[in-house]
């Protein structure tokens, strides 16, 4: 039996089989064996049942637990190519994590890397490029850019890791002008299925290159990426919160505005079930709220003020702010929670945001519903987002105008209703729908199949061909596999 055919489905099964069974398709790992990894590896090494274990591999998203074989956690690029040859030599697939904001499916029999304590940033200012390590978030980057007038493609959350967050394409505030974060990498390092360290750029391996940005992490463990920075010290950005009651005018408000905006904004709105936390301010405590995300990178900053001026009358304004800020501060335009929370979450494209869609999407999610949602999203897509990159990548999703996505609580007491619930309000978008996905916006999958439907289907073909030349045992067949 090959690695493929012990790793790859038996990670999907687990909703409908259980992670018990998943830990018996792992060979028993002798302890002299575990000792040896120990021997190679400068990071900590723990097997199953090891006091640890759990902590080394935890989740940002806790509603997935990982129940590993062996856990290592890497410090250089030397400890995971260690890592993957004791694998491949012992029959264990291999998984990785940095921060655990992104897991599909519990990575269960697995030799998993975690890569948390590979933090180097270097910055070159004078060629706008940074290097960073694997185990690195956004807001490193963001700090370390911003004190030469440079930014980072950063996402929603600076909190995320940069390396899985580019290689699943990446979209960020700033995407409408300057593309997907993939788009900006211009060279990776990486460890592939044969334990072999390897620099790879568009000259050097053009295949495996394009593969990567985009495919996610079928082709090996990224251990460091070297990506452009844009000149950017700051711009208009923030958020602005509605009252509930008046979704139906904020929200096709929006859906006209948006689009006669240029490429310099990008922006988003969210219908959002706001807890009962006392640390949340007042207006918002507890209630149902619509959350404008608005961003403005463009050389005009009162241009910027002025273009979001038409959507303060859209409705009741409860909280919120939009001027300008650093770009270490673009937290802000999200405000995404930082503490980690179990969640259901997925997502789709739409060819069509219209005054019907906005109807559906209301009748499935709106304000007057008593739903277990914490949050519906549109997202503007369009501008430097539907361009193909300088450097060609295997991002799909760019015919796409808007992205629908669902975010439901990930507690086992809402196991089946909130993912029949999240479903559902994508099945009403359906009606608009475009083909494919945004990786990194996919969440919860059925097996690959859904992955593989990502992508259009010549894209699709040339990612597996790449697969079966770097990976034809299958060894990376956890998180996104196709």
């Known amino acids: 039996m090959s690695l493929t055919e012990l790793h790859d489905e038996p990670?999907?099964?687990?909703?409908?089989?259980?992670?018990?069974?998943?830990?018996?398709?792992?060979?028993?790992?002798p302890a002299a064996d575990v000792d040896d990894l120990r021997s190679r590896i400068h990071g900590p090494v723990y097997a199953a049942g090891d006091d640890g274990l759990a902590a080394e591999v935890a989740t940002w998203n806790v509603a997935i637990q990982h129940t590993p074989a062996v856990a290592v956690g890497a410090t250089c690029a030397g400890d995971v190519a260690a890592a993957v040859s004791w694998a491949v030599a012992h029959g264990l697939g291999v998984a990785v994590q940095a921060t655990g904001h992104g897991p599909v499916r519990n990575a269960a029999g697995s030799l998993m890397i975690t890569t948390r304590r590979m933090q180097g940033v270097a910055i070159d200012p004078e060629r706008r490029i940074a290097r960073v390590q694997a185990g690195v978030t956004w807001q490193r980057v963001m700090e370390a850019a911003a004190e030469f007038g440079l930014a980072g493609l950063c996402g929603s959350s600076?909190?995320?890791?940069?390396?899985?967050?580019?290689?699943?394409?990446?979209?960020?505030?700033?995407?409408?002008?300057?593309?997907?974060?993939?788009?900006?990498?211009?060279?990776?390092?990486?460890?592939?299925?044969?334990?072999?360290q390897r620099r790879v750029c568009a000259e050097s391996d053009p295949e495996l290159f394009w593969a990567v940005r985009?495919?996610?992490?079928?082709?090996?463990?990224?251990?460091?990426?070297?990506?452009?920075?844009?000149?950017?010290?700051?711009?208009?950005a923030g958020g602005i919160f509605f009252a509930g009651n008046d979704a139906a005018s904020v929200l096709h408000a929006y859906r006209e505005w948006a689009p006669t905006l240029p490429e310099d904004v990008t922006t988003s709105v969210a219908i959002m079930r706001m807890p009962p936390f006392e640390e949340l301010p007042p207006p918002l405590r507890g209630q149902t709220?619509?959350?404008?995300?608005?961003?403005?990178?463009?050389?005009?900053?009162?241009e910027g003020e002025r273009l979001v001026e038409p959507m303060k009358a859209a409705g009741t304004i409860l909280l919120g702010f939009i001027g300008p800020i650093r770009t270490d501060e673009m937290d802000s335009i999200h405000m995404d929670p930082v503490d980690p929370m179990p969640a259901w979450e997925k997502g789709m494209l739409l060819r069509d945001f219209t005054a019907e869609t906005v109807d559906a999407l209301l009748d499935a999610a709106g304000p007057q519903l008593n739903v277990p949602l914490i949050m519906v999203e549109i997202r503007q897509l369009g501008g430097a987002l539907s361009r193909p990159a300088k450097v060609p990548n295997a991002v799909p999703g760019r015919d796409a105008a808007w992205l629908g996505f669902v975010l439901a609580p990930g507690v086992p007491e809402l196991a089946q209703v909130a993912p029949a619930v999240g479903r559902g309000v994508l099945a009403a978008l359906q009606p608009w729908a475009s083909p494919g996905s945004l990786i990194n916006h996919l969440g919860d999958v059925s097996g690959p199949e859904e992955v593989a439907a990502a992508y259009p289907p010549a894209?699709?073909?040339?990612?597996?061909?790449?697969?079966?030349?770097?990976?034809?045992?299958?060894?990376?067949?956890?998180g996104h596999a196709f």
């Open 11 to 29: 990670e999907y099964l687990s909703v409908a089989i259980g992670d018990d069974v998943l830990d018996t398709l792992a060979p028993a790992i």
């Open 158 to 196: 600076s909190d995320v890791g940069v390396v899985g967050y580019a290689l699943g394409g990446g979209l960020g505030s700033l995407g409408r002008k300057y593309g997907f974060a993939a788009d900006h990498v211009r060279a990776i390092e990486i460890v592939t299925a044969d334990g072999r």
């Open 214 to 236: 985009g495919g996610k992490g079928n082709f090996g463990i990224v251990t460091a990426l070297e990506m452009e920075l844009v000149p950017l010290a700051s711009l208009v």
């Open 289 to 302: 709220v619509v959350h404008l995300r608005y961003a403005y990178s463009g050389d005009d900053l009162a």
């Open 459 to 478: 894209t699709l073909e040339r990612l597996r061909e790449v697969k079966r030349t770097v990976d034809p045992a299958g060894v990376f067949s956890f």
